[in-house]
């Protein structure tokens, strides 16, 4: 009996390592987790999948069940894509008990208590630095921390498939990197891209840190021409990536697709995960006394990167739930949890410990809130689009029952898999 054979034999009991999620093919879902980006913000989502992790290794009585081997892709931006590298990268450099499960989802949030303060040191000179330097931190920590836990891993590594996009500001285009363990995903691996160096490049912030050049190979197999992708943050364009994974993945099944969009989209289970809305913003009278510097700095915030980063996910949001819509798929099928974050806990790089602990119990507050969709029959003029809440059912009740979608796939994919094997 192989490995992962004897791996997956164990699927549902005695708790050793499960096998790898089989292809697409041999289930009837595709199951997508996207998670913003938000800077230190990132323990939200870290909480909230610790959450749904700890449902899935309850309902597959397996304490090494991870997120990888439920999603098919999984997509980040900025910090959630540090996140989403975190979760599908092998333990291979500090070889613990299980080398070859991920980071676990509830240690994320300790990552991020442990390293936050140390990557955001905040020292006093930090806007003076921005404005006559450069940016307001050198990014020394971050890069070591993530060189240090991705060590030679690349994007062809991955436990399951990936996607995290960038910017490259030479070039003025979205830059997305992806990858797939074994090709058993849908999305090919164009060029196998150092992980560590994709997770510098997409958290690399304007104004918070500096771009981070990367070695673009163009061609198959790495025989073509090379370059540089000058990259910055994909939040600057992508804060929620969930339209860009769902758009890669119908293009890598484009032959199906462009049969019956609305059947593939049917099959796709999406959870998106954001790093908090801000309810309180600015007023247009403020807003018209503000010069070049106040739009960058201004009650210790950053006006243009907040309307920046809140605006693109907001529109990613409404633009996924419409296409559900329009095509007349279970609306139920896309589920989104996005608290409100007060504005003074808003900034991106506050990692103090106050803070911090109040962005984990915003994460565990949420859970308890009712969960929210889009209200298609708000008027165009007045919130068109707004996330309402559905007094029926809290997100922690939606998440355990997105938890049995999950699990109920995984199993139909191991058990049609092995009858294909056993026909062979």
């Not at 070591?144 to 995290?164: H, K, P, Q, V």
Request: glycine share 8%.
């Amino acid at each position: 009996m192989s490995e992962a054979a004897g791996r997956g034999s164990s699927e549902r009991g005695d708790g050793e390592l499960p096998a790898p999620l089989p292809p697409a093919r041999y289930g009837e879902r595709i199951t997508i987790l996207s998670i913003d980006g938000g800077g230190i913000r990132g323990l939200i989502p870290a909480v909230v999948l610790a959450s749904l992790e700890e449902k899935l290794q309850e309902i597959d009585k397996n304490k090494y069940a991870r997120l990888a081997d439920y999603f098919h892709v999984i997509a980040g931006t900025s910090t959630g894509g540090l996140i989403a590298a975190l979760l599908v990268a092998p333990d291979e450099v500090t070889r613990q008990r299980t080398p070859e499960r991920p980071m676990p989802a509830k240690s994320i949030a300790e990552f991020c208590l442990e390293n936050g303060p140390r990557i955001f040191s905040r020292p006093q000179w930090k806007l003076l630095r921005a404005l006559l330097w450069g940016p307001m931190y050198d990014g020394e920590v971050l890069r070591e921390e993530i060189r240090n836990y991705m060590g030679n891993l690349t994007l062809a590594d991955t436990l399951t498939g990936i996607l995290i996009p960038a910017f490259d500001v030479k070039n003025q285009e979205l830059i997305l990197f992806c990858g797939s363990h074994s090709g058993g995903g849908l999305i090919e691996v164009e060029h196998p891209y150092m992980l560590a160096d994709v997770c510098i490049a997409t958290t690399a912030a304007p104004v918070y840190f500096p771009p981070h050049p990367i070695d673009r190979v163009v061609g198959k197999d790495g025989d073509g021409k090379q370059d540089i992708i000058h990259a910055i943050d994909g939040g600057v364009c992508a804060n929620n990536p969930v339209l860009h994974a769902l758009a890669t993945i119908l293009l890598n099944m484009e032959e199906e697709s462009h049969r019956n969009p609305a059947a593939t989209l049917e099959k796709c289970i999406i959870l998106s995960i954001g790093t908090g809305s801000i309810g309180e913003g600015y007023d247009a009278a403020e807003c018209a006394q503000w010069n070049v510097f106040g739009w960058f700095y201004k009650r210790g915030h950053q006006p243009l990167l907040d309307i920046l980063f809140n605006a693109n996910p907001a529109l990613a949001n409404l633009v996924t739930a419409f296409l559900f819509r329009i095509h007349g798929c279970d609306t139920n099928n896309f589920f989104r949890i996005q608290p409100n974050v007060p504005t003074w806990a808003k900034a991106m790089d506050n990692a103090t410990t106050k803070n911090m602990d109040t962005l984990i119990n915003i994460a565990k507050d949420v859970l308890k809130e009712d969960m929210c969709r889009i209200d298609f029959d708000m008027p165009v003029m007045r919130g068109f689009g707004s996330c309402m809440p559905q007094q029926n059912k809290t997100n922690i009740e939606e998440l355990e029952r997105f938890a049995g979608i999950l699990s109920n796939e995984r199993r139909l994919r191991l058990e049609n898999q092995r009858k294909e094997q056993e026909k062979l």
